[in-house]
């Protein structure tokens, strides 16, 4: 699976462009602001229904403009596929496959599976729990329709659950009759929540460490522990238990929306142990991980999209990310950086065809 063209209107600071890809390795080059991040996340909107980084659509469109639309054009498994993404200002967002709406967005999500290695995955080593739950459930979601259902239910039922809580604390009447008919759709959602979560973990662990043994030079040891309250008790019992301290505190206090992810170097928890260097090691390599765990669910190789991640890596750690996504497991590939000779010397490395784009002041133009 690739994408063959972009088409990109009035989507944050690019006024128009139209970009032809080629199916392995593509490069945007320009200043910072340029809008090279932007293209990027047009791509990730069109596999997502929603930007990466400003997820209210109406933020997304060029200043003093309507509308954005953006348009990609893929050949997936040999059938050329062309999705259309669009948002008006007063009205509803709009997605299409080959001309026909979606009725649910969610429908989409997997479809075109991506993986996006950004700067801002910072925020799941230094961000709180919520950060690395978003990331487990992300990956999960791209290749388990019934995981993203389980997982959007929970949140409706949670928040229901949550205004019963308050309401309760308000009034000082509490409804026995509704709140039993919460807790049983948050038990029945949470746990198989809890079951995939685990899973995906327990098969995510080795295939990251030998994605990161590979950039380090095996020089460290990385885990993750996934943490949870269901691990040790059953749902209920927690929620029954809890029942007195979520009425105090007028919000559920335990459950799966309180699950973390810890990120650990030598058996310490990377916040506090890694360098700068290390830490950008140990998210690029989660992110090789995830992506090789979506190929392999899924049967597709994902589009990988690469935002300005060289930085802070030494050299010998950057030609072997370079040389690791020119393998042949990897599909087609997206790459941002704001200087032409550290791109060039990435990319004299890798044995694959390439295209470079200059990206200036939302404008694109192809220089190689």
Do not use: W
């Not at 932007?38 to 990730?44: E, K, Q, S, T, V």
């Not at 954005?68 to 299409?96: C, D, P």
């Not at 238990?241 to 007028?250: E, F, I, M, N």
């Not at 919000?251 to 260097?277: A, C, N």
């Amino acid at each position: 699976m690739y994408l063959r063209t972009l088409s990109v209107v009035n989507f944050k600071n690019v006024r128009e462009a139209i970009v032809e890809c080629l199916p392995k390795l593509n490069a945007f080059i320009g200043d910072n602001g340029a809008g090279k991040t932007n293209l990027l996340d047009a791509l990730y909107s069109l596999s997502f229904s929603k930007s990466f980084f400003t997820p209210v659509d109406q933020f997304n469109i060029l200043h003093e403009e309507e509308f954005f639309m953006l348009q990609g054009k893929y050949s997936r498994n040999g059938e050329e596929e062309t999705i259309v993404y669009a948002f008006r200002n007063g009205q509803k967002k709009q997605l299409k496959r080959n001309g026909k709406f979606y009725k649910r967005m969610t429908d989409h999500i997997g479809y075109l599976p991506l993986v996006m290695i950004s700067p801002s995955d910072s925020q799941l080593v230094s961000g709180g729990s919520e950060e690395r739950r978003k990331f487990m459930d992300g990956v999960i979601s791209q290749f388990s329709m019934e995981y993203l259902h389980d997982l959007l239910r929970y949140n409706r039922v949670l928040l229901q659950r949550n205004n019963l809580l308050r309401q309760a604390s308000a009034t000082g009447l509490f409804d026995d009759d509704m709140m039993s008919v919460y807790d049983g759709e948050l038990i029945t959602c949470g746990e198989r929540i809890f079951e995939a979560r685990k899973v995906f973990v327990g098969k995510l662990i080795p295939v990251f460490q030998r994605y990161y043994s590979f950039i380090s030079g095996e020089k460290e040891r990385v885990g993750l522990s996934y943490q949870s309250d269901l691990e040790d008790s059953r749902f209920s019992d927690l929620l029954f238990a809890s029942g007195k301290r979520d009425l105090a505190a007028q919000y559920t206090t335990t459950g799966i929306h309180k699950d973390d992810l810890q990120l650990l170097l030598e058996g310490y928890p990377l916040k506090k142990l890694g360098s700068q260097g290390q830490q950008k090691s140990y998210l690029v390599a989660l992110k090789m991980a995830q992506f090789e765990f979506i190929r392999m669910m899924s049967g597709l190789k994902p589009i990988l999209l690469m935002d300005d991640i060289f930085d802070k890596l030494d050299k010998n750690r950057v030609e072997k990310i370079v040389r690791m996504v020119s393998d042949e497991q990897f599909g087609q590939i997206f790459i941002t950086d704001t200087n032409r000779e550290h791109l060039d010397a990435i990319l004299r490395n890798s044995t694959q065809d390439y295209r470079i784009f200059l990206v200036d002041n939302g404008q694109v133009s192809v220089i190689k």
